[in-house]
């Protein structure tokens, strides 16, 4: 059983579309995050849910969205796609926010823009 | 405001050679400290972590110390095999209350047969 699952595993795009990234967990966890990696494989956090409420919102342009619409599910939805929006998203679950819980990662979504 | 700093990659090494993976970090009150790794195509799993100062994180052969003094959390082995090929992050988490991880800028290890 995939603990935290990822749709699309590939996406490929055109500049200015818009397009929709799902995430679900079956761990029964509290968290979610989304996670950006670069072409030179740096890890930054986009955002972070604890039981459905945002809790991180890192500085990341309004065309990007989460929606979490249960404790198991945490969307992205990205707006007027960019050139720079090219990346691997990755999302994760914690069983919570506070203490120092392992984080699991989906497969990640690679994302081209072109 | 906290970061956490790896040493360059790539590492290539020699199957059964010894590794080390250097990692400091800046950080406000008492954060907790992780190894990640990510095989190629895949996400990130926990390798180890460590939560309070002079704690050992152990795992499949791997280990790191939190060393308060010297704010480094070294991931260390002593023979490397051909499938621990892969990027290796370290992680803190600091004391707020948001899970929020800050990675290093990961170590690619390659090690030949």
């Known amino acids: 059983d995939t603990a935290v699952s990822q749709t699309p595993k590939y996406l490929v795009t055109q500049m200015g579309n818009d397009k929709s990234i799902k995430c679900e967990q079956n761990?029964?966890?509290?968290?979610m995050y989304w996670y950006k990696q670069d072409s030179k494989k740096f890890l930054k956090i986009m955002f972070s849910y604890n039981n459905k409420e945002l809790i991180i919102n890192e500085t990341v342009p309004n065309r990007f969205s989460p929606k979490s619409p249960d404790k198991a599910h945490l969307n992205l939805h990205i707006n007027s796609l960019e050139l720079g929006d090219s990346a691997v998203y990755f999302c994760?679950?914690?069983?919570?926010?506070?203490?120092?819980?392992?984080?699991?990662f989906g497969p990640g979504t690679r994302l081209t823009v072109t | 405001g906290n970061s956490v700093t790896q040493m360059e990659g790539p590492v290539t090494l020699s199957e059964e050679a010894f590794l080390t993976i250097n990692c400091t970090y800046t950080a406000t009150g008492y954060p907790s400290l992780f190894w990640y790794v990510q095989y190629p195509g895949e996400g990130l799993q926990l390798l180890l972590k460590?939560?309070?100062?002079?704690d050992k994180g152990s795992n499949k052969g791997f280990e790191a110390t939190y060393r308060k003094e010297t704010t480094s959390f070294h991931l260390e082995k002593g023979s490397v095999q051909v499938s621990d090929s892969a990027v290796y992050f370290c992680?803190?988490?600091?004391?707020?209350?948001?899970?929020?991880?800050?990675f290093g800028q990961g170590t690619t290890l390659q090690v030949k047969p």
């Open positions: 460590a939560t309070k100062a002079d």
């Open positions: 992680a803190l988490k600091g004391s707020s209350n948001t899970g929020k991880l800050i």
């Open positions: 761990l029964g966890h509290d968290t």
């Open positions: 994760a679950s914690s069983q919570e926010a506070r203490a120092a819980y392992e984080q699991y």
